[in-house]
């Protein structure tokens, strides 16, 4: 276990403890699951290997190929191929623990606690985690609340226009009146998605960053008012930096809000703005406007798209390329048993000042894509989508299906399928893959609830008998299981 996580262990283990050890509490209590899921999944690696020149095979349009493998001659004895290995099966498990504890002597006070642990079957290939990692305390603090205001202490995760945010610190809530809200926050800033400090992600590749101290401050507030239903406005700030002062790490801020003034028109709109380089990063306004007497709804959303890096990654130094999109929905319920929808989009990405070396960078793209759910009866049902893309950047063809049986409330079996076909960025060319599978889900008991699916990809080739088998099996299996009682019956008549 990495130190980072001493901590929130440390908390877990309070918490846990107050509230066993206060068995007198009016309204003591412990409500949580412990959650285990394995999967099964076999990848095939390819490896880097180079052929003299003299043994490739040159074609027509001055490519070059060896047994079948395109290779890429950049030197004039030697050329580079990728070949693939061996299939690398692969088991991995990870199990997670979370509560809430309440009734820990003080009114309005409660510990939350999510831990998780992550084991594989330790071949060659490993998920992409250190292999002495085998935990994560996810969540792990303490909080109390009381009329107006709201107090957290410990490892917490904020959701908002601007991602996620996992930080160990404080988090204050204050609401001086019905609808506006202010919130202020500070604490060490953890890696998104990870929840540890940058030093640990990047444990024996620190000399290659400039990451001078693994300590990271981070702050920031938000102003929230709803002045009534179904309108509101939302205002967040956030910077992050190192605690040394030797550098930024980020600092934004993002507004987004909602309205149905003009009814009935449902307006909701968002934007992140990039502080440290002074420029709008994602947006989207959005108006939806329901047809009832047709039983539809038509949504237009208006979207500009710039990828955010963090400035002490490598990425902090490119300068990425947004896009502008225009797209349409509608939804149909022609009866109850039947619902389906349409949607057209257009894409335009602005200019890349990039060299021309062939031809101009295409920088237009469409999608468009139909699907729908049908109730074949008030056990089964069916779900499907087809979609298609491009021809910016790739061409992407795909389509799904799903039919569900549910048997009983304890019971529930589907089986689905899809094939896709992306040409040019990550391409299957000429082939098509083709999946399908099946999972189940049954409620064993009350508190108890067991699932899992096998899902198979095989590729059709047409034109290369000589490229890689990519088939691939994946499996999947889950275990969840509840303890203690839900708070509203904490009383013996059970309400």
């Excluded at 027509?60 to 050329?79: H, I, K, L, M, N």
């Excluded at 299939?87 to 991995?92: I, K, P, S």
Aim: one cysteine or more.
């Amino acid at each position: 276990m990495r130190g980072s996580g001493k901590g929130a262990l440390l908390l877990a283990l309070v918490a846990a403890g107050a509230a066993a050890g206060a068995p007198h509490a009016a309204a003591q209590g412990v409500r949580g699951s412990a959650q285990t899921v394995v999967r099964y999944f076999e990848l095939r690696p390819i490896l880097q290997d180079t052929v003299s020149r003299s043994r490739v095979t040159p074609a027509a349009d001055s490519s070059f190929t060896f047994e079948g493998f395109p290779a890429y001659c950049v030197a004039a004895e030697s050329c580079i191929y990728y070949r693939p290995r061996d299939v690398d099966h692969q088991v991995a498990a990870t199990q997670d623990v979370s509560f809430t504890a309440w009734g820990l002597g003080v009114q309005g006070l409660s510990g939350t606690v999510q831990v998780r642990g992550r084991a594989n079957s330790g071949r060659d290939f490993v998920t992409p985690r250190p292999r002495d990692n085998h935990f994560d305390a996810v969540l792990a603090y303490l909080e109390l609340n009381r009329a107006g205001y709201r107090l957290r202490a410990g490892r917490q995760q904020l959701l908002s226009g601007l991602g996620t945010t996992a930080f160990d610190g404080l988090d204050a809530l204050w609401e001086p009146r019905a609808g506006l809200r202010l919130q202020a926050f500070a604490g060490r800033g953890l890696t998104p998605g990870l929840n540890e400090p940058r030093s640990e992600v990047l444990r024996g590749v620190e000399d290659y960053f400039f990451l001078s101290d693994d300590l990271t401050l981070l702050v920031g507030g938000q102003l929230a008012y709803q002045p009534r239903a179904r309108e509101g406005l939302t205002l967040r700030y956030q910077r992050e930096a190192f605690a040394n002062r030797s550098g930024l790490l980020t600092e934004r801020a993002s507004l987004s809000g909602h309205s149905a003034r003009l009814r009935p028109v449902l307006l909701s709109g968002e934007a992140d703005y990039d502080v440290a380089f002074g420029r709008v990063g994602k947006a989207h306004l959005r108006a939806q406007v329901p047809l009832p007497r047709q039983r539809a709804t038509l949504e237009v959303t208006a979207r500009r798209y710039l990828p955010y890096f963090e400035l002490w990654t490598i990425w902090g130094y490119f300068s990425p390329v947004a896009y502008r999109e225009g797209e349409l929905r509608a939804s149909w319920a022609p009866s109850s048993a039947l619902n389906l929808w349409a949607s057209a989009g257009y894409r335009a990405y602005d200019e890349t000042d990039a060299p021309i070396i062939v031809e101009p960078l295409r920088d237009e793209a469409g999608r468009g894509g139909v699907g729908g759910h049908w109730a074949l009866s008030e056990r089964l049902a069916v779900n499907g989508a087809y979609t298609v893309e491009g021809p910016a950047g790739a061409f992407v063809s795909s389509g799904q299906t799903t039919l569900t049986w549910q048997h009983s409330q304890r019971l529930a079996l589907s089986l689905h399928g899809l094939a896709f076909q992306q040409i040019e960025e990550y391409r299957a060319g000429n082939q098509v893959v083709f999946g399908g599978g099946g999972s189940v889900d049954a409620e064993l008991n009350e508190r108890t609830r067991l699932s899992g699916g096998l899902d198979l990809y095989r590729q059709s080739i047409d034109n290369r008998p000589e490229t890689p088998d990519w088939n691939q099996t994946r499996g999947w299996l889950m275990l969840q299981v509840e303890f203690g009682r839900d708070p509203g019956f904490a009383r013996g008549d059970g309400r």
